[in-house]
């Protein structure tokens, strides 16, 4: 993995002007502070990383949890920890309502112990509202910064060390929150550490941001434009997680097959992927998330003759309603999409293909959604991540008219669930009785069980040894549990 080296930095002299070596310095320099205060309290210091969200966000969380353990934090499960960082999701309301409910706690919390230091960061924190409420309502918060600029971790982290400084040596000083928020950017920092959450599989950020502006999604504002990471880094950064023992890379971005068409080189993602299954030693390759309007022909070509991709795809639909999928800004009919799915069952028969569905959406009529049902019948997903409409200020749906009455949209979502519950069970069922590659990933040791992924990313439980972590075992997949199954090691 990335070998951060802080020899030979002067940390009294002058911060160097470009990144990374800048936030070098920053690291030498928080280090040497924390090891002073370690020395004073006789004891370690801890941080606690609590994460919101989707992948990104838990990529995002593992740059940051590596920089706080190359400063000198600990981790820690709990918030009792002496550096606390919420790193938040704002894609639904009741996302930004969860991150609210917990700064009260921490808020408690910093009552008895004041050398508390507490950030947040993340898509929440790119929006103006959500700050000026923290700035009013939770004054306690030492340190905001949002979802361009996490490289600057270090940086930040000695702006509140000052902050605190300064105010221990005038007392008349009011607190003052470091508050550092870019609206977005066009750079890429490399070569900066990472904690990894798992030593056997890890996401790998190909590229940041989304241009595609669907109507109801916050995501584009939050994240900025579209920008791709150079190929080369990508598979140099594969090629260091392989030699260190992983197996599984997950590549990540809002809309991979865009990947590369804002290079100085463009590729295309199929390229990338193409590239990246030749990595030796590399087991499984998964990707999200794929836009439907822009899945290649090449692409499908590239997984059907690949050796390492999982027959796995992520292919959010929203709605099955074309008229609807127009006011979605989604660039693709129900007919484009069951002829997508058409092809990829085609070329790669053993497919899982998962999907995304928002109920609700302003305008949404029982004939709309209706058709959603249609097309969840027709594609038989696998499994599919139901969401209720969110209205999120800014974002075009959110002025619609029509917005859909909550007990209409309940009532959708569980007639939704049923389907989909049906569809994902029938799919699962087929494979009962196979005995099928398990990465195993999670132990139970109270009950003496593993889990293991299937390379349709569902779960399997069965007894065996914790030795076995990390590795791809085959297991017979004895029952079906839905969603799961029970399987024995052969
Ligand atoms: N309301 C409900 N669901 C949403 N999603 C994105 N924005 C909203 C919203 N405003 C869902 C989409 C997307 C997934 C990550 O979250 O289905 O694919
Ligand atoms: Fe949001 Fe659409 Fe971009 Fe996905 S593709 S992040 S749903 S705007």
């Known amino acids: 993995m990335f070998e951060l080296n802080l020899q030979g930095i002067d940390i009294n002299g002058e911060p160097p002007k470009s990144d990374p070596e800048r936030q070098y310095y920053y690291i030498a320099k928080c280090r040497d502070h924390l090891k002073k205060r370690e020395a004073e309290l006789g004891r370690k210091l801890t941080y606690h990383n609590e994460t919101f969200g989707c992948q990104m966000n838990f990529k995002d969380s593992e740059k940051l949890n590596g920089v706080l353990e190359a400063i000198g934090y600990e981790p820690r499960d709990d918030e009792k920890a002496d550096f606390v960082i919420y790193n938040t999701c704002t894609v639904r309301e009741n996302a930004n309502d969860r991150v609210y409910g917990r700064i009260g706690y921490l808020g408690k919390l910093k009552k008895s112990r004041n050398d508390m230091i507490i950030a947040m960061c993340g898509c929440m924190m790119q929006e103006p509202t959500a700050v000026e409420k923290i700035k009013t309502s939770y004054r306690f918060v030492d340190l905001i910064f949002g979802t361009h600029n996490i490289f600057k971790l270090a940086e930040l982290i000695w702006s509140v060390y000052e902050e605190r400084e300064q105010r221990a040596r005038d007392p008349k000083l009011k607190k003052r929150m470091v508050i550092d928020v870019w609206k977005d950017t066009n750079e890429i920092i490399e070569e900066l550490p990472s904690s990894l959450k798992y030593s056997f599989k890890a996401g790998v950020n190909i590229m940041f941001g989304c241009n595609n502006f669907c109507t109801y999604c916050i995501v584009p504002y939050v994240r900025g434009r579209e920008r791709s990471r150079r190929p080369d880094d990508i598979i140099n950064e594969i090629k260091d997680m392989v030699s260190h023992g992983v197996v599984e890379i997950m590549l990540l971005g809002q809309n991979v097959n865009s990947y590369g068409k804002n290079l100085d080189e463009p590729i295309t993602f199929a390229e990338l992927l193409r590239r990246v299954d030749e990595v030796e030693g590399i087991k499984r390759i998964r990707f999200m998330t794929s836009h439907p309007k822009d899945l290649s022909d090449e692409l499908i070509d590239v997984i059907a003759a690949s050796r390492h991709v999982c027959r796995h795809i992520h292919l959010p639909v929203q709605s099955g309603s074309n008229r609807l999928l127009k006011a979605m800004n989604r660039h693709y009919t129900r007919e484009d999409y069951l002829l997508l799915v058409d092809k990829l069952k085609a070329k790669i028969p053993d497919i899982a293909i998962t999907t995304d569905i928002i109920v609700g959406f302003p305008g949404e009529t029982e004939e709309d959604f209706e058709d959603t049902l249609d097309i969840c019948r027709k594609v038989g997903y696998d499994s599919a991540f139901t969401f209720i ?73 069965f007894n065996g040894d914790p030795s076995l972590l990390g590795s791809i075992v085959n297991v017979r997949l004895n029952e079906c549990k839905g969603f799961y199954y029970i399987g024995e090691q052969v």
Do not use: I, W
Request: proline fraction near 5%; glycine fraction near 6%.
């Open 389 to 461: 409409y969110s209205k999120r200020t800014g974002t075009p749906a959110a002025a619609m008219p029509d917005q859909v009455p909550e007990e209409v949209t309940s009532e959708r979502f569980k007639r939704l669930l049923d389907v989909v519950g049906k569809c994902s069970e029938e799919r699962a069922k087929t494979l009962t009785g196979k005995t099928l590659p398990v990465l195993v990933e999670e132990e139970n040791r109270t009950e003496n069980m593993l889990t293991g992924r299937l390379d349709n990313n569902l779960l399997v439980h």
